[in-house]
């Protein structure tokens, strides 16, 4: 078998055969592939698509690639994903409800990049907290308190973490295919049974329509029951950020509002609905079940309990979270509907202030980031702060928020579900 011989017939549109994908993905993890050609065949997988069945092998040997969990000693573990976005802090808050309703929580988790957020970022902004546990350690607290957050543990789908590298730096990433066996070679090593993904769609999200938003949850469906996995995939609006506050410890704190129960936005009805289903699926009960013992268990503050236990058990110091003074506030300059305060807008903003990062080797500055006071669509008067912006750095504040007199239309938060 020759790589040439493989990119050639992908690039011609036709179907590549089983031995050739696991030829593929051995191959470029043993570095007999040079980067150079998997990079040429990434971009004709772009271009040309794959079958179901292209997808189905790709997921298989990326899963084979790297370790998988055992997780069969425990009773109703759930995982969750979200395809990732703006302002979100959904695992911090999602977790500990769950866990709180007995259903076990056992999480590996990513790092920022470019705009989108990252959940292990945003609990480094914790002084002291340990997040890179080793298999044990990861299995004795899902044991002691039914959820565990972790970094990385072992080595899961080696093939798609130098995959996904070639992918960011290559252009390759949007294309449904690579992002579903991706993600799912993922949480099948992971070895959960249930999995609940918030499918982001809109101007912040790495999916832009409900079109390949139904394709992508669809083939990520299909990849979970040949796996013995129930996949739920809830179809979310991304145009605009999550919550209010965009940035680490910004988002810590704002999770931890809500597991307190001082807010009530768009965040906290999207965590939820996300509870409800992975409780759902975890319990094996309706829905409305699922959903009441949720809004009971925030309501009693056993969510938050639960969420300090963690916070504890992985040795984080939250007396560190402390809110800074804003270097900057943003100022309405006309009155109206706000319209430009998009994902992609806020996205960039807070990664300029020093939140995200460009490369995944940039440090980043825990407690840089954005405030909203007001939201797209909101109305305001000229003059009304609309931002507070945090940052160690000088920059430009000639920020335009720009308005409208026509009240827009209310957008959805969430759009479909799909099982
Ligand atoms: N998230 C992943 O894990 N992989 C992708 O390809 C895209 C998003």
Excluded at 147 to 169: E, N, P, V
């Amino acid at each position: 078998m020759n790589i040439i011989d493989i990119i050639l017939k992908k690039k011609n549109k036709l179907e590549l055969s089983e031995e050739e994908i696991k030829y593929v993905v051995e191959n470029y993890v043993n570095d007999n592939i040079k980067d150079y050609q998997m990079s040429a065949l990434l971009m004709a997988i772009v271009i040309q698509d794959m079958s179901n069945d292209e997808i189905n092998y790709l997921t298989k040997y990326m899963i084979n690639s790297g370790s998988t969990f055992d997780l069969s000693k425990f009773d109703h573990v759930v995982d969750k994903h979200s395809t990732g976005g703006v302002g979100d802090k959904t695992t911090l808050i999602i977790s500990p409800i769950v866990s709180a309703c007995g259903v076990k929580v056992a999480k590996m988790s990513g790092r920022a990049l470019g705009y989108t957020g990252g959940t292990i970022d945003k609990l480094e902004s914790i002084k002291n907290i340990k997040l890179n546990l080793d298999e044990e350690e990861f299995m004795n607290e899902i044991s002691d308190i039914g959820l565990a957050i972790t970094s990385q543990t072992k080595d899961i789908a080696i093939a798609d973490k130098k995959i996904y590298a070639l992918r960011d730096a290559t252009g390759t990433v949007e294309s449904i295919p690579l992002i579903a066996s991706s993600i799912m070679s993922k949480k099948i090593a992971m070895g959960s049974k249930n999995l609940v993904i918030d499918l982001k769609v809109g101007k912040g999200a790495l999916i832009k329509n409900l079109e390949d938003a139904r394709r992508l949850a669809n083939i990520m469906i299909d990849l979970g029951k040949k796996n013995n996995m129930r996949v739920v995939c809830i179809l979310t609006n991304m145009d605009i950020p999550l919550g209010n506050n965009i940035g680490n410890s910004l988002e810590v704190m704002e999770a931890i509002d809500i597991l307190k129960n001082k807010e009530d936005n768009d965040l906290k009805t999207l965590c939820i609905t996300l509870a409800s289903y992975m409780v759902k699926l975890g319990l094996d009960i309706e829905l409305e079940d699922a959903k009441k013992m949720v809004i009971n268990n925030l309501n009693n503050g056993l969510a938050y309990n639960k969420f300090i236990e963690l916070i504890n058990y992985q040795k984080g110091d939250l007396s560190s979270l402390k809110k800074q003074e804003a270097k900057y506030v943003i100022k309405a300059t006309s009155s109206g509907y706000i319209t430009n305060l998009t994902a992609d807008f806020i996205g960039k903003l807070a990664m300029h202030l020093g939140a995200g990062r460009e490369n995944m080797k940039d440090a980043i500055d825990y407690d840089a980031g954005v405030i909203l006071h007001k939201k797209n669509g909101d109305y305001v008067t000229k003059g009304d702060i609309v931002m507070s912006l945090f940052t160690k750095k000088d920059i430009n504040t000639n920020i335009e928020i720009v308005t409208t007199n026509e009240k827009p239309m209310e957008e959805k938060l969430i759009y479909e579900v799909i099982s």
